[in-house]
């Protein structure tokens, strides 16, 4: 298995924009405009009871944009040498998660809903979830 050389300074946070009126605003994300893979999955969390935090875990070939699309929550993303952090709170704002990072969300605010879209379906075998095993695959 090739050793992923992504790091945190890989991952952006991509102004999606929005289009804005007096009903109310509208974002949207669409493929090959501001979306840099193809979306096969979609999931969102809610109902994080606070002090809670999700992810510990890193992909081997997942891409992801995590966007608060209701309140706010922080991410860390970590190469095994680098950590970086990063706030997530305007449902207008997507943070790329390139793949082989190690990642947590945390912090989240009462009622957030934290929308995910993936570039694969749903697959275990793409996770590294110890920690150990996320350093020794990064060669550290
Ligand atoms: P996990 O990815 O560990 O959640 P998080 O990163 O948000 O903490 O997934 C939690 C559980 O949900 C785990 O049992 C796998 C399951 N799950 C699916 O079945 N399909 C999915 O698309 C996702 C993201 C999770």
Request: charged share 25%.
């Given at each position: 298995m090739l050793i992923n050389k992504n790091t945190v300074f890989d991952c952006s946070i991509i102004d999606i924009s929005k289009i804005h009126n007096k009903a109310g605003n509208i974002t949207v994300v669409e493929n090959d405009v501001n979306l840099p893979f193809d979306v096969k999955r979609i999931y969102y969390l809610y109902d994080v009871p606070g002090g809670e935090s999700r992810g510990g875990h890193a992909h081997y070939e997942l891409e992801q944009y995590i966007i608060a699309a209701s309140g706010s929550f922080d991410v860390i993303l970590d190469d095994a040498v680098n950590k970086r952090r990063v706030t997530l709170n305007r449902p207008y704002m997507a943070l790329h998660i390139v793949p082989g990072l190690w990642r947590e969300l945390f912090?989240?605010?009462?009622?957030s809903i934290t929308m995910v879209l993936g570039?694969?379906?749903?697959?275990?075998?793409?996770?590294?979830?110890n920690y150990n095993d996320f350093l020794k695959y990064r060669g550290e």
């Open positions: 912090n989240f605010s009462s009622g570039s694969q379906v749903y697959n275990e075998k793409d996770y590294i979830r």
